[in-house]
């Protein structure tokens, strides 16, 4: 053991001692003291579910145990204010340093950025690195140096970068350990007694660590990659590769899968094997995802809750609890849609076809608003991940630039037969319909009496009717697009002739969460304009309120048609900005991604103003000059040259936008530097 001028490496979602650099950066700086805080308090609406907190329990157990291992051990803390912590755990040590790898949610950006503030104003050295992407945000821009606004542009670009993702790390050889005499150790309660019968089952079918998640890995890349690419459909076998929750609490870093699966994919080509190169590339497209939910969401911070495009927010979802709960519950009458609710509330994973179907049915045969079903994913999911379902969420909804069309309903009844064509799946879930014939098994409102009968099935008393026709639905959902557009245009006109500050925010007053979730969210604040402070800063930080909370989009004197060269000469004093989108847009078609966090992988931009004098915090990333006021502009290439297809899903083209009159607009979040 090391007395004074240790090192805090501070894990959070990298819970490995494997390819971990803040962990090798601190092992070759001297003696260490590994830290992590629990303060869930912090995360708002987004407190993690029952089953998201039983894997993380397992997981800190497993890391501790390969530290001490190694030659020291993991202090939890028990926190409502990790900053604080921090400050007390340096106090206590004596430590001169603190090494950390970056995350890129919105809160985590907020708070690495006060952490960061307060320890350097104390002297205390603070290192951030990249442990969780194949490249960082910043490093991925089009040839204007602007952020990518479409996953195509963004993954060939990911694809063709002048150089490759950086190899990963071993584990080290052997830990000293700096002097935790003085630094207590808190024992976390991540469950309560009511929870511990749930929880016992999750262990069958799961093992959490990062031990395990290398055995996960090795089992996929051996085993069911090979016919991925001809497998991944079916919801009633293990055809993905399981690893989202390994991934979202970093048990496994991407750069290991990526370097893996490229491994096989080289031997794949060599031997002219085709159906493994397909699957190689599909598998990867799915990594790109993921990898894209993190560029969205760090340079559009507020993609968890506003959609990106402008006119949607005029939307008219319908608030029906009676809905939300038939839904949650598995009682909608459309069997591959209650079979997958069904098994999400029982085992807490949902396969990525499974996900796409349950969601689409809310967002689109229900209209239920998008964030209720993001934030009920987030409650119930093991691999819950804001920035892979916000993603995943929006794609769905058709609030991206290459989302779904917005105005498409799939009938759970065709997808019940393309992803569950034997009705095995639905069977398992739905025991109550276990005698029906295939013939009649997603679609069992159509079946003769007889056959219900024979079956045991009594519509409306033991299987519920179908909750909304679908023909219905397709009405509705017309109805509500012709007054989302009324509502866009009464805005502009608004706006055009001075009689309102603006298009504002989504809703006039925010949709509320359902009082039974306890999902409430605020009500809007009065913005602030920060005053802007230049700071040398070795992650990129957005520029964001400080604080969780939602702020209002422009001010009334905003010219719409202002050019984004025009906005980019200074920090503006204003948080929003539009800008007129061109009208070739997108043709979604189904999202195709092995099952990597949320309904599918997800996606943003970067640059802060830096200065080195005054700051004792380093940086890991090549990325040290002064950068622009980064705005969220379309691509320079058309919308309408994605790649196309029914399985193409995010990235895809739709002429659904090309055939409306109104005029649409990307939603811009401008950046100012984050002061905490």
């Known amino acids: 053991?090391?007395?004074?001028?240790?090192?805090?490496?501070?894990?959070?979602?990298?819970?490995?001692?494997?390819?971990?650099?803040?962990?090798?950066?601190?092992?070759?700086?001297?003696?260490?003291?590994?830290?992590?805080?629990?303060?869930?308090?912090?995360?708002?609406?987004?407190?993690?579910?029952?089953?998201?907190?039983?894997?993380?329990?397992?997981?800190?157990?497993?890391?501790?145990?390969?530290?001490?291992?190694?030659?020291?051990?993991?202090?939890?803390?028990?926190?409502?204010?990790?900053?604080?912590?921090?400050?007390?755990?340096?106090?206590?040590?004596?430590?001169?340093?603190?090494?950390?790898?970056?995350?890129?949610?919105?809160?985590?950006?907020?708070?690495?950025?006060?952490?960061?503030?307060?320890?350097?104003?104390?002297?205390?050295?603070?290192?951030?690195?990249?442990?969780?992407?194949?490249?960082?945000?910043?490093?991925?821009?089009?040839?204007?140096?602007?952020?990518?606004?479409?996953?195509?542009?963004?993954?060939?670009?990911?694809?063709?970068?002048?150089?490759?993702?950086?190899?990963?790390?071993?584990?080290?050889?052997?830990?000293?350990?700096?002097?935790?005499?003085?630094?207590?150790?808190?024992?976390?309660?991540?469950?309560?007694?009511?929870?511990?019968?749930?929880?016992?089952?999750?262990?069958?079918?799961?093992?959490?660590?990062?031990?395990?998640?290398?055995?996960?890995?090795?089992?996929?890349?051996?085993?069911?990659?090979?016919?991925?690419?001809?497998?991944?459909?079916?919801?009633?076998?293990?055809?993905?590769?399981?690893?989202?929750?390994?991934?979202?609490?970093?048990?496994?870093?991407?750069?290991?899968?990526?370097?893996?699966?490229?491994?096989?994919?080289?031997?794949?080509?060599?031997?002219?094997?085709?159906?493994?190169?397909?699957?190689?590339?599909?598998?990867?497209?799915?990594?790109?995802?993921?990898?894209?939910?993190?560029?969205?969401?760090?340079?559009?911070?507020?993609?968890?809750?506003?959609?990106?495009?402008?006119?949607?927010?005029?939307?008219?979802?319908?608030?029906?609890?009676?809905?939300?709960?038939?839904?949650?519950?598995?009682?909608?009458?459309?069997?591959?849609?209650?079979?997958?609710?069904?098994?999400?509330?029982?085992?807490?994973?949902?396969?990525?076809?499974?996900?796409?179907?349950?969601?689409?049915?809310?967002?689109?045969?229900?209209?239920?608003?998008?964030?209720?079903?993001?934030?009920?994913?987030?409650?119930?999911?093991?691999?819950?991940?804001?920035?892979?379902?916000?993603?995943?969420?929006?794609?769905?909804?058709?609030?991206?630039?290459?989302?779904?069309e917005v105005d498409r309903i799939d009938n759970p009844q065709f997808e019940g037969y393309k992803f569950d064509p034997n009705g095995e799946y639905v069977r398992r879930w739905l025991p109550e319909l276990a005698r029906l014939p295939t013939e009649w098994i997603h679609h069992p409102w159509n079946a003769p009496e007889s056959v219900l009968v024979a079956a045991g099935i009594e519509l409306g008393s033991n299987y519920p009717r179908p909750i909304v026709e679908i023909d219905a639905a397709k009405a509705r959902l017309e109805e509500a697009l012709s007054e989302m557009w009324q509502l866009e245009a009464a805005a502009r006109a608004a706006l055009e002739n001075g009689t309102d500050e603006g298009l504002g925010d989504s809703e006039s007053m925010p949709i509320a969460f359902p009082n039974d979730l306890q999902m409430d969210i605020d009500n809007e604040p009065e913005r602030n304009n920060a005053t802007t402070v230049q700071h040398y800063e070795d992650q990129m930080v957005p520029s964001m309120a400080s604080s969780f909370f939602r702020v209002e989009d422009e001010e009334a004197s905003l010219d719409l048609q202002n050019s984004a060269a025009d906005n980019r000469a200074e920090v503006p004093t204003d948080l929003n900005v539009y800008q007129e989108l061109r009208r070739e847009v997108v043709n979604p078609g189904h999202m195709q991604t092995v099952q990597i966090n949320g309904i599918l992988p997800q996606f943003n931009d970067s640059t802060l103003i830096l200065n080195g004098e005054n700051s004792t915090a380093e940086s890991s990333s090549s990325s040290s000059g002064r950068g622009v006021v980064p705005v969220w502009s379309p691509s320079a290439s058309s919308y309408s040259e994605q790649f196309v297809g029914e399985e193409s899903g995010i990235g895809t083209s739709s002429s659904y936008l090309q055939r409306q009159q109104q005029s649409h607009q990307l939603m811009n979040w401008r950046r100012l530097s984050q002061t905490g």
Request: charged share 20%; proline share 5%.
């Open 1 to 404: 053991m090391s007395s004074g001028g240790c090192s805090i490496v501070w894990f959070r979602r990298d819970l490995r001692v494997e390819d971990n650099p803040a962990l090798a950066a601190g092992v070759r700086s001297g003696a260490v003291v590994a830290v992590f805080i629990w303060a869930p308090e912090e995360e708002g609406h987004f407190y993690p579910g029952r089953v998201s907190r039983w894997w993380l329990k397992h997981s800190l157990a497993l890391l501790d145990s390969s530290l001490r291992s190694l030659g020291t051990s993991l202090i939890t803390t028990r926190s409502t204010d990790t900053v604080s912590s921090l400050l007390d755990v340096v106090k206590s040590t004596g430590a001169t340093q603190l090494f950390f790898n970056h995350l890129y949610d919105p809160l985590s950006l907020v708070r690495d950025h006060r952490a960061k503030e307060a320890l350097t104003s104390q002297g205390i050295g603070v290192h951030s690195f990249n442990a969780d992407l194949l490249y960082e945000p910043w490093e991925v821009n089009d040839d204007h140096g602007h952020p990518f606004t479409t996953f195509t542009a963004f993954w060939e670009k990911c694809l063709t970068m002048p150089y490759d993702p950086e190899s990963p790390l071993l584990p080290p050889m052997k830990i000293t350990s700096g002097d935790v005499s003085r630094c207590t150790s808190d024992t976390l309660v991540f469950e309560d007694e009511s929870e511990k019968g749930s929880n016992a089952l999750l262990a069958r079918a799961w093992s959490p660590g990062w031990s395990n998640a290398d055995k996960a890995l090795a089992t996929f890349i051996n085993g069911p990659l090979l016919e991925y690419s001809k497998n991944r459909r079916k919801a009633d076998s293990a055809t993905t590769s399981f690893l989202s929750p390994h991934l979202h609490f970093g048990e496994v870093s991407v750069r290991k899968v990526f370097h893996l699966v490229r491994i096989k994919q080289v031997l794949w080509a060599n031997e002219a094997n085709k159906a493994g190169e397909e699957s190689v590339n599909l598998f990867l497209k799915s990594i790109g995802l993921r990898e894209y939910s993190r560029y969205m969401s760090f340079n559009h911070p507020y993609s968890h809750e506003k959609p990106l495009l402008g006119h949607l927010k005029f939307f008219p979802w319908v608030v029906d609890e009676g809905y939300f709960k038939a839904w949650r519950q598995g009682r909608t009458g459309y069997p591959l849609v209650d079979a997958g609710m069904r098994e999400l509330w029982a085992t807490g994973w949902l396969h990525d076809r499974i996900r796409v179907v349950v969601s689409s049915f809310f967002v689109k045969v229900l209209q239920l608003p998008w964030r209720w079903g993001m934030k009920y994913f987030w409650d119930t999911l093991l691999d819950a991940d804001l920035e892979s379902d916000a993603l995943g969420w929006q794609y769905i909804s058709g609030t991206l630039p290459d989302g779904r």
